[in-house]
T-cell receptor, first 113, second 116 residues
């Protein structure tokens, strides 16, 4: 069954440390996305990618980097984690059609102390 | 700028009744797509239903249907014969041509509680 998986599912990081969140999809989708969800809020786009080896900035890219080494894998990197980056992070994938729905991973709960 | 607004923070209904969740959007484009997603208590996010702006007919999938009122920039989600397992947070989202990035703009969500 096609799926989007994320690792780790939860992580505690220290302020100033480096954090890498990983996403893997078996949907054979061109597009992949990283969203952030804060408690009681909707999803906000951080970075996205429509092809391997290329990433684009979303609405809130500051403090985050992304890497798409292959069609299946998409990583989100926090070089210097900060308290304000405590949130749940979701990865998603979709076909390239404008009407295509996005398929979400289970999320990663990140706590920065 | 694109914007999606869900003014209902939470709704409670009795099982087997019908509920409507509101959503209004802002866009300058004549062509756009509207989506509803459900987030369960476990955090899982799943796609429910989509409305294409150029279609006059309201979309229907299972016991989910939409009330698309284009002149009011409104897309309500209707759940008929609600079940306990429909309890979740429901998000409205929009994609239009100005979203050249193919990104979805999400509303803040409505918490639905279905009581026995």
């Amino acid at each position: 069954e096609a799926a989007v998986t994320q690792s780790p599912r939860s992580k505690v990081a220290v302020t100033g440390g480096k954090v890498t969140l990983s996403c893997h999809q078996t949907n054979n989708h061109d597009y992949m996305y990283w969203y952030r969800q804060d408690t009681g809020h909707g999803l906000r786009l951080i970075h996205y990618s429509y092809v391997a080896d290329s990433t684009e900035k979303g609405d809130i890219p500051d403090g985050y980097k992304a890497s798409r080494p292959s069609q299946e894998n998409f990583s989100l990197i926090l070089e210097l984690a900060s308290l304000s980056q405590t949130a749940v992070y979701f990865c998603a994938s979709s076909e390239r059609d404008r009407y295509a729905e996005q398929f979400f991973g289970p999320g990663t709960r990140l706590t920065v102390l | 700028a694109q914007k999606v607004t869900q003014t209902q923070t939470s709704i409670s209904v009795v099982e087997k009744t019908t509920v409507t969740m509101d959503c209004v959007y802002e866009t300058r484009d004549s062509s756009y797509f509207l989506f509803w997603y459900k987030q369960t208590a476990s955090g899982e996010i799943v796609f429910l239903i989509r409305q294409d702006s150029y279609k006059k007919e309201n979309a229907t999938v299972g016991h989910y249907s939409l009330n698309f009122q284009k002149p009011k920039s409104s897309i309500g989600l209707i759940i008929t014969a609600t079940q306990i397992e429909d309890s979740a947070v429901y998000f409205c989202a929009m994609r239009d041509r100005s979203s050249g990035s193919w990104q979805l703009i999400f509303g803040s969500g409505t918490q639905l509680t279905v009581m026995p």
